[in-house]
C-alpha cells in the first residue's frame, strides 16, 4: 500500500465512522456531545480563515453567532421565513457587519485587533440585553428568544432526534473544511498568508493586503453566521449572554491556538482535544465553580504554547508520518510533508 | 525611451527634509546605480517610486504615467518591482511558497505560479533550497530570495535595495553576475548599493545624493573623480586606491 493510498483509506474509514456514529450511539446526551464538538470545530475552522490564515486575532466572533442566530430567528417567529433562508440572510448581514467593523480595524495589528473586536462583541451583546425591540424586531431583551416547537419538519429546522443535527453539522464541518483546504491551495490562500506574516512585502508583490484580509472576514463571519442558526435550531432557546458572551469568542481562539492556528486541521484537532475536557469539568465541576473550565482551558493553552507553539497539529502530524511510513515501508525522505488534514480526520476515530 | 522619470521629487518627514529637488531617469534596460551615504535618503528615494508614500513635491513617471497616488500593488501590476534592505521573508513559509506569492500576480492557478516559481529560483540558483523554510536561510540566500520575489511578478523595472549588504566577496562577484543576466533578459534595474565594488562592475550609470540632494550623476569611473563625492561618501582615500 503506498503512502497515498494509507492516507485515503483513513480519510475514508474516518468519514465512514462519523457518518456511522449515530446508529451506534442512541444516546442523546453523547450524540448532543459530538454534535458540539462539530459545532465548535466549524466555528473555529470559519474563524481561523481569519485568525489562522490572515494572521490577525478576533476575539468576537461570538457576535456572528449571535447575528445569525437573531436573524433566522426574527425572520421565523415574526414572519413565518424557514430558518433555511433565515440562515443565509443571516449570514449576508454578518457578513456585512464583519466587513463593516473590518474595514477600520484590520490594519491594526497584534492586540489591537483583538482588543477591537473584543469591544464590538460585548458592546452587541450588551446593547441587545438592554432593549426589548428593535425597530420592528422583537429582540426580547436579556430573556433571548424561544422557538416554539413545531415537531419534526426540515422546513423548519426542527428535529426530535438527534440525528438529523448531528448529520447537518457534520455536513457543514465537512464543506467548511474542504472550503478551506481549497482557500490554502489558492491565490487567496497565499495572499491571506503572505499579508500575515509580512503585510509591506506582500504589498510590494502585488497584494492588496486589506483587501484580502477583508475578503476573509466576510467569509469568515458568513460562514459562523450560519453556526449561529445551527445552535439555535439545536437549542430551540437562546439568550444574549449564554448564545454570544466572551466564554464562545474566547474558545473559539483557545481551540484554534491549542489545535494549531493557520491549519486546516487545528480546529478539529483543538475541539477533539478540548471538548471532551469542557464537557467533563461542566458535568463534574461545573456546579463548584463555573467558568472553571476556562481556567483549565488557560493552562492548557500556556503548557501547550510553551513545549508546542505552533499547537498539537504539527507534532499529531509528525508522528503520524512516522507510523504511516512504518506501515508501508516507504522511506523518510519522500514523504517528509505528511497530510495534515489527514491527521486531523484520524483524530476523529 | 526612459521607463523611469523622477522630477523635482522632495520627500519632508515633519520638519525633517529627507530628499529634495532630486531628477532622476533610467532608460530602458539600464543598470542605473544610487550611492551615497547614510541617511542621504536612498531608500526614501525607492519608497517613494515604489508608492510606500506618496513625496510631497515633484513628479514620477513610470513607463511615462505618473504614479501619483499608486499603491504598491498597483505599481507591481504595472511592473515595477523591489526588494527591501531589511530583507522580509513569509519566515514561516517554504522558499517556494514565498515565491509563488509573487508568481501569483500574473496568474490566478496554483500549477501555473509553481511552474514559474521553479523556473525563477532556478535563474537565482535557489533551487536547491526549495522546501526549506524561509526563515532558516542564510542571509545570502534569504538576499537571494528577496529578488526572486520579486523575480516572480514579471517586473520591467527592479529597485534593489542593498542587497549585497553582508554578503562574502564571492557571494557578492555570484549577486553582480545575477543581475547582469536580469539586465540581459529585458529587466531594468535601480540598485542602492554601499559596495563599491559592485557598484563600479555593476552600474551603467551611478547618482550620488547626499543630505537629500543630488550631488553627482554620470559613469561609474567620472563619478568616483568628482571632488564633492570624494568629500562626501568615498573618502579621499578611494581616489588613490
Given at each position: 500500500m503506498s503512502r497515498k493510498q494509507l492516507d485515503m483509506t483513513l480519510l475514508g474509514l474516518a468519514g465512514l465512522l462519523s457518518f456511522g456514529l449515530p446508529l451506534v450511539i442512541s444516546s442523546p446526551t453523547y450524540l448532543q456531545i459530538l454534535i458540539l464538538l462539530f459545532f465548535y470545530a466549524y466555528v473555529t475552522t470559519a474563524w481561523n480563515l481569519v485568525g489562522g490564515f490572515a494572521g490577525v486575532l478576533p476575539l468576537g466572533h461570538s457576535v456572528f453567532v449571535g447575528i445569525g442566530a437573531y436573524s433566522s430567528t426574527i425572520l421565523t417567529l415574526q414572519y413565518g421565513v424557514s430558518p433555511w433562508i433565515g440562515m443565509i440572510v443571516g449570514g449576508l448581514l454578518a457578513s456585512g457587519v464583519g466587513v463593516l467593523i473590518g474595514r477600520p480595524t484590520l490594519r491594526m495589528r497584534g492586540a489591537y485587533f483583538a482588543l477591537c473586536t473584543i469591544a464590538f462583541a460585548e458592546g452587541v451583546r450588551v446593547m441587545i440585553e438592554n432593549i426589548d425591540t428593535l425597530g420592528p424586531f422583537k429582540l426580547n431583551g436579556p430573556r433571548g428568544l424561544l422557538i416554539p416547537l413545531k415537531g419534526d419538519s426540515f422546513w423548519n429546522y426542527q428535529f426530535m432526534h438527534k440525528g438529523p443535527y448531528y448529520y447537518i453539522i457534520l455536513i457543514m464541518l465537512v464543506l467548511v473544511l474542504t472550503l478551506t483546504w481549497f482557500i490554502s491551495k489558492s491565490k487567496i490562500g497565499y495572499y491571506l498568508a503572505a499579508g500575515g506574516d509580512e503585510p509591506e512585502a506582500a504589498e510590494a508583490l502585488g497584494v492588496n493586503v486589506a483587501k484580502y484580509k477583508l475578503m476573509a472576514m466576510a467569509l469568515s463571519c458568513f460562514l459562523t453566521a450560519l453556526a449561529g442558526t445551527f445552535y439555535a435550531q439545536l437549542m430551540l432557546y437562546f439568550y444574549p449572554k449564554g448564545l454570544m458572551g466572551l466564554d464562545l469568542s474566547f474558545e473559539i481562539a483557545f481551540i484554534a491556538l491549542i489545535g494549531g492556528r493557520g491549519m486546516i486541521a487545528g480546529p478539529l484537532v483543538g475541539a477533539l482535544a478540548l471538548r471532551p475536557l469542557n464537557e467533563f469539568t461542566r458535568i463534574y465541576l461545573g456546579d463548584q465553580l463555573p467558568g472553571l473550565h476556562l481556567v483549565i482551558f488557560g493552562l492548557i493553552l500556556i503548557l501547550v504554547m510553551l513545549y508546542q507553539p505552533k499547537g498539537l497539529t504539527p507534532p499529531l502530524a509528525r508522528l503520524y508520518g512516522r507510523l504511516a511510513n512504518r506501515i508501508?515501508?516507504?522511506?523518510k525522505s519522500g514523504h517528509r510533508t505528511s497530510s495534515l488534514k489527514t491527521t486531523g480526520q484520524e483524530g476523529a476515530q | 525611451m526612459n521607463i523611469l522619470e523622477i522630477s523635482g521629487v522632495t520627500k519632508h518627514f515633519g520638519g525633517l527634509t529627507a530628499i529634495s529637488d532630486v531628477d532622476l531617469h533610467i532608460a530602458k534596460g539600464e543598470i542605473l546605480g544610487l550611492i551615497g551615504p547614510n541617511g542621504a535618503g536612498k531608500s526614501t528615494m525607492f519608497n517613494c517610486v515604489a508608492g510606500v508614500f506618496p513625496p510631497s513635491a515633484g513628479a514620477i513617471r513610470f513607463k511615462g504615467e505618473s504614479i501619483a497616488g499608486k499603491k504598491p500593488w498597483d505599481l507591481s501590476r504595472l511592473g515595477l518591482a523591489r526588494t527591501f534592505q531589511i530583507v522580509k521573508p513569509f519566515a514561516s513559509k517554504t522558499v517556494l511558497y514565498n515565491v509563488m506569492v509573487g508568481a501569483f500576480l500574473r496568474t490566478g492557478s496554483a500549477r501555473k505560479a509553481r511552474e514559474k516559481a521553479n523556473e525563477v529560483l532556478t535563474t537565482l540558483q535557489l533551487d536547491h533550497r526549495k522546501d526549506q523554510l524561509s526563515g532558516n536561510l542564510t542571509i545570502a540566500d534569504r538576499k537571494r530570495l528577496e529578488i526572486a520575489k520579486a523575480l516572480a511578478t514579471d517586473p520591467e523595472l527592479l529597485l534593489l535595495d542593498e542587497v549585497m549588504a553582508g554578503l562574502r566577496p564571492t557571494e557578492v562577484d555570484e549577486m553582480i553576475a545575477i543581475i547582469k543576466r536580469l539586465r540581459d533578459g529585458g529587466v531594468t534595474v535601480f540598485v542602492i548599493e554601499h559596495i563599491m565594488r559592485a557598484v563600479m562592475a555593476l552600474s551603467d550609470r551611478v547618482a550620488v545624493i547626499h543630505f537629500g540632494q543630488k550631488i553627482a550623476e554620470g559613469k561609474p569611473e567620472d563619478v568616483t573623480r568628482v571632488e564633492n563625492v570624494i568629500k562626501a561618501y568615498?573618502?579621499?582615500d578611494y581616489g588613490a586606491a
Open positions: 508501508t515501508g516507504s522511506d | 568615498l573618502g579621499s
